[in-house]
């Protein structure tokens, strides 16, 4: 066993890591938890291994700062945090169908979405066979056409779940489909059907279940959305859903990538760089090969337009990103040496490279560059 300071210092020996500061993570969290009423929870959305973080170290820091229920998307990822001794709720975000997988979520107090009658009969028959109450989530469609029961029908199904003797009603929840748009008319929307929703359930003697809707987004933009629970995942990361939402809160980024210069070599002018020569030395160069590529997380599209930290300065990559090395060009900074640290995403110096500046040139949106770095990095705790 390696011990805790062998531990933080483990990336010497490592060729790409990815930090993750456990300061930045507790500062979003409560800074988040301050902008929710007091009666609202806060579900830290961490699917995906925390959005790419690490689920179980993101898990054990929010819930110690703020947060008091966790959102996975599947089983396994609910089991292994209940397996690492995780104790606070649990809602899976995905839909569930299997009688096995129901007995998974029950074994391990895991609440499921559901959408359906049907659904609900499979979680009901087994809570039957167990004499024991199991918790549920209800979800409606609003507009999003993903999960969910549509709105319109809502009513009844809420109905029906209620009248099956062994399942709990713990929440009723929706999601929005474009919070993130500075235009408000579809959240609004969706938010005046929810709310429709729970006025005829609360007519019905069913008002006092747990209502939450609110994605990042919904939680930055709009307080009205807040309801009894928000579930946030990108925000507490350190990065804002969208430009317009910036500022409502202080957030940091949690995540910064870093590799090391493994080779140095001068090449003559003319001379073809990588793959398919994409990039032509237009004169005699300083050329750093770096230990981090596409199989890591670096997305291969992003061959010619990265920009990488090298001593707190700019440079550009050259040539095709390959499957674990990638090349930058280094000709005006001097002084440079194999093993020195290169940062691809954080800070270093004065600058700071971002995840939204890899997402516009990508034409894609931050969520799936940060789900995209793979295990291969080990993720390193620093605060
Ligand atoms: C992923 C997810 C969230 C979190 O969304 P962010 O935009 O990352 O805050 C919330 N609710 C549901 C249903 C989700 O699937």
């Known amino acids: 066993m390696l011990s805790q300071e062998q531990l933080t210092r483990s990336h010497e020996c490592e060729r790409a890591w990815i930090e993750i500061d456990l300061a930045a993570l507790a500062a979003n969290t409560q800074h988040l938890r301050q902008w929710l009423a007091p009666?609202?929870?806060?579900?830290?959305?961490?699917?995906?291994?925390?959005?790419?973080?690490?689920?179980?170290?993101?898990?054990?820091?929010?819930?110690?700062?703020?947060?008091?229920?966790?959102?996975?998307?599947?089983?396994?990822e609910g089991i292994?945090?209940?397996?690492?001794?995780?104790?606070?709720?649990?809602?899976?975000?995905?839909?569930?169908?299997?009688?096995?997988?129901?007995?998974?979520?029950?074994?391990?107090q895991l609440q499921p979405t559901l959408s359906t009658?049907?659904?609900?009969?499979?979680?009901?028959?087994?809570?039957?066979?167990?004499?024991?109450?199991?918790?549920?989530?209800?979800?409606?469609?609003?507009?999003m056409s993903r999960l969910g029961c549509p709105w319109q029908d809502a009513v009844g199904f809420v109905q029906f779940v209620?009248?099956?003797?062994?399942?709990?009603?713990?929440?009723?929840?929706?999601?929005?489909?474009?919070?993130d748009d500075p235009d408000p008319s579809l959240m609004r929307q969706q938010q005046a059907y929810f709310e429709q929703v729970c006025q005829d359930l609360a007519s019905l003697g069913l008002g006092s279940v747990r209502r939450h809707m609110a994605n990042s987004a919904a939680t930055l933009a709009n307080r009205s959305s807040h309801y009894d629970m928000v579930r946030i995942g990108l925000s507490l990361y350190g990065v804002y859903p969208a430009p317009h939402l910036r500022d409502v809160v202080p957030?940091?980024?949690?995540?910064q990538v870093r590799s090391r210069i493994t080779l140095l070599k001068e090449i003559p002018a003319h001379?073809?760089?990588?793959?398919?020569?994409?990039?032509?030395?237009?004169?005699?160069?300083?050329?750093?090969?770096?230990?981090?590529?596409?199989?890591?997380g670096?997305?291969?599209?992003?061959?010619?337009?990265?920009?990488?930290?090298?001593?707190?300065?700019?440079?550009?990559?050259?040539?095709?990103?390959t499957m674990d090395q990638l090349m930058i060009d280094v000709s005006?900074?001097?002084?440079?040496?194999?093993?020195?640290?290169v940062t691809l995403l954080g800070e270093d110096g004065e600058d700071r490279l971002t995840v939204e500046t890899w997402a516009d040139t990508l034409g894609t949106i931050t969520w799936e560059i940060l789900c995209g770095f793979k295990n291969r990095l080990p993720r390193i705790p620093v605060s």
Do not use: C
């Not at 292994?80 to 129901?102: E, F, H, K, W």
């Not at 499979?122 to 199991?134: G, K, N, W």
């Not at 291969?300 to 550009?316: A, D, F, H, P, W």
């Open 251 to 255: 957030l940091r980024p949690v995540m």
């Open 271 to 296: 001379t073809g760089i990588s793959y398919g020569h994409q990039f032509i030395a237009p004169k005699a160069m300083k050329i750093a090969v770096v230990g981090i590529g596409y199989a890591d």
């Open 39 to 76: 009666t609202t929870e806060l579900l830290a959305v961490v699917k995906a291994d925390a959005y790419g973080h690490g689920a179980l170290t993101v898990a054990q820091t929010v819930l110690a700062h703020g947060a008091t229920w966790l959102g996975v998307a599947t089983i396994p």
């Open 298 to 321: 670096v997305p291969r599209l992003l061959s010619n337009k990265l920009e990488v930290l090298v001593q707190g300065q700019r440079v550009r990559q050259v040539g095709a990103i």
């Open 117 to 143: 009658p049907k659904q609900a009969l499979i979680f009901s028959d087994y809570a039957d066979h167990l004499r024991e109450p199991l918790d549920v989530h209800l979800m409606i469609d609003t507009g």
């Open 162 to 179: 209620q009248r099956l003797p062994h399942l709990r009603i713990q929440g009723i929840y929706s999601h929005f489909a474009s919070a």
């Open 332 to 341: 005006d900074i001097d002084g440079l040496q194999e093993g020195d640290v």
């Open 80 to 108: 292994a945090l209940r397996q690492a001794g995780i104790t606070a709720p649990i809602l899976v975000l995905g839909s569930v169908n299997l009688p096995v997988q129901v007995q998974m979520m029950a074994e391990w």
